[in-house]
């Protein structure tokens, strides 16, 4: 699979899964899901960040390296920014969020390395998530 689209897809995946957090929090809050994107875009302007600082599209799906500073950026720059542009940032708010964010942006990673290893236990070619994730 051509790189780009590697990492474009890790990408999407992790932007659905910080626009989750945000449907989640504001539902559980009864808030008007009218306001997501008041919610939202810190936490992915904080992705963002994250993103190039792993340099994510080189190894897009790594725990280790993108995963990990795509979760600190998302919730240490979302914060921030949600702080400087007046919304909440309770201390309450900030752990939930890095839990929550973090199960989500590493959960997938984890389930997907899970996945190849048991699909490729016991034979030399990598199983069917494992050539999706391979670099070439």
């Given at each position: 699979?051509d790189?780009?689209?590697?990492?474009?897809?890790a990408?999407?995946?992790?932007?659905i899964?910080v626009?989750v957090?945000?449907?989640?929090?504001?539902a559980?809050?009864?808030e008007d899901?009218s306001?997501?994107?008041?919610?939202f875009?810190?936490?992915?302007?904080g992705?963002?960040?994250g993103?190039v600082?792993?340099?994510?599209?080189?190894?897009?799906?790594?725990?280790?390296r993108?995963?990990?500073?795509?979760?600190?950026?998302?919730?240490?720059?979302?914060?921030?920014l949600?702080?400087?542009s007046?919304?909440?940032v309770?201390?309450?708010?900030?752990?939930v969020?890095?839990?929550?964010?973090?199960?989500?942006?590493?959960?997938?990673r984890?389930?997907?390395?899970?996945l190849?290893?048991?699909a490729?236990?016991?034979e030399?070619?990598?199983g069917?998530?494992?050539?999706f994730?391979?670099?070439r």
């Amino acid at each position: 699979m051509d790189p780009r689209l590697r990492a474009l897809v890790a990408f999407a995946i992790d932007l659905i899964a910080v626009a989750v957090f945000v449907v989640i929090g504001r539902a559980s809050h009864r808030e008007d899901q009218s306001a997501f994107l008041v919610t939202f875009w810190p936490f992915a302007t904080g992705l963002v960040i994250g993103w190039v600082g792993a340099r994510g599209w080189r190894r897009p799906f790594s725990i280790s390296r993108t995963g990990l500073l795509a979760w600190v950026g998302t919730v240490l720059f979302g914060m921030l920014l949600r702080a400087l542009s007046g919304q909440g940032v309770q201390v309450a708010f900030v752990i939930v969020a890095a839990i929550v964010v973090g199960a989500l942006l590493l959960g997938w990673r984890f389930l997907l390395a899970a996945l190849d290893r048991s699909a490729s236990r016991g034979e030399n070619t990598p199983g069917p998530v494992g050539f999706f994730l391979r670099r070439r």
